[in-house]
Structure formats: C-alpha cells, structure tokens
C-alpha cells in the first residue's frame, strides 16, 4: 500500500494483525473499529476469515507471498479510485 498510495492519498488507515479481533480461533478485522461510516471503508484481503464481520465492505484477493510478478493491487488502482 506504500507503494500503491505513497502520499497517503486514497487511504489514510491500514489494519494489521495487531487491530483484529481474536474470535473463533481466527483474527477478524472488525472494520466497524474505525468509527466510520461504513459505507466509505473497504477492505481487500486474501482471507475470508479476516473480514467475516463485514463481507459487504470486502474484495477477496488472491494470495501473493512476495510474488515479484504479482500485478492485481496495481490492476485494481483505476477501480479503487
């Protein structure tokens, strides 16, 4: 996202392990913890489990584990805007 959003323009706050909410064995990110109106919040993630509190709010990704050649955050900028 660093690199997707350098300036911070598009997306001012990022969840990390460290903002989910442990339930049932898995980390969810609660997307209502931004105090947003949640028509405004999207989360992309490779996991459906993380954003099972929120599925509306979400764009299933596929998983990339440092793929060098993984191209779908880039692919997904024009949409995103």
Known sequence: MNILDEKQQWCDTYLFREHCTYHNNTFVKDLTRLGRDMRDVIIIDN?????????????????????????????WIPMLK
Request: proline share 10%.
């Open 47 to 75: 996991s459906p489990m993380s954003y099972q509190f929120q599925p509306e709010n979400a764009i299933p990704s596929i998983s990339w584990y440092e793929d060098k050649n993984d191209t779908q955050l880039l692919d």
